[in-house]
């Protein structure tokens, strides 16, 4: 006589059924060509200019939340949901007024996860403050950052310290902070760009303050 022992757990529903953040059914998911990047034998930096055409926007974001358009665009670019973001992004129905976010000290985002929030932050109008310090970032992170948030009417302070970017990568940034008259900080501190590349984009955004600070006659 043997015993059969069940390896499924007697405490709650199975693991697989428990999903860490359900995938919205709407929405076709990201193109398989777009969701392997990069390719084999390619760097892990390397820059796909085209990637946020392969994904379906949002034809509108009524009724939804901060959450749910994570969920939507991580299905869309085909990233499995940060457990951090899916904690942090507020579930209020039409509030898309966040002024200040970070992505959490230690919680590695990478290049191709951080376009859904990405989504997510270009709608908050409101928002004047973003840290993604040592979001496990390269070059091609900072161009989604500068393509992405080129157009943001309100965002103040980007904190990008930290990550593995390069000079190719800041010089991105340069023409983001050029593009983008908003933008009156970027902490660039522990990554790869050179000097003369962080002493561009320092000495125009200590201009743009310098501007910023003197009273109208």
Request: contains cysteine; aromatic residues 6%.
């Amino acid at each position: 006589y043997k015993r059969q022992v069940s390896t499924q757990s007697t405490w709650g529903p199975p693991r697989s059924s428990v999903p860490l953040f359900p995938p919205p059914d709407d929405g076709p998911p990201l193109d398989p060509q777009c969701a392997s990047w990069p390719l084999p034998g390619q760097r892990s930096d390397a820059v796909r200019p085209d990637v946020r055409e392969c994904v379906q926007p949002l034809a509108g974001t009524s009724g939804m939340s901060n959450r749910g358009v994570y969920a939507y665009y991580c299905q869309q670019y085909g990233v499995r949901p940060n457990s951090v973001l899916c904690r942090v992004l507020s579930d209020a129905t039409d509030d898309f007024s966040m002024s200040e976010f970070a992505v959490g000290p230690n919680n590695l985002l990478g290049d191709h996860a951080l376009l859904p929030l990405l989504e997510v932050l270009r709608l908050n109008h409101r928002l004047t403050a973003l840290d993604l310090a040592w979001g496990g970032l390269r070059t091609a992170g900072a161009r989604h950052v500068a393509t992405v948030l080129r157009g943001h009417p309100s965002l103040r302070s980007i904190s990008l310290n930290g990550n593995m970017i390069t000079s190719p990568g800041g010089k991105m940034l340069y023409q983001l902070v050029k593009q983008n008259p908003s933008i009156q900080q970027m902490h660039l501190e522990d990554t790869l760009i050179n000097q003369v590349i962080r002493g561009r984009i320092e000495a125009l955004l200590a201009s743009r303050r310098a501007s910023a600070t003197i009273a109208p006659a």
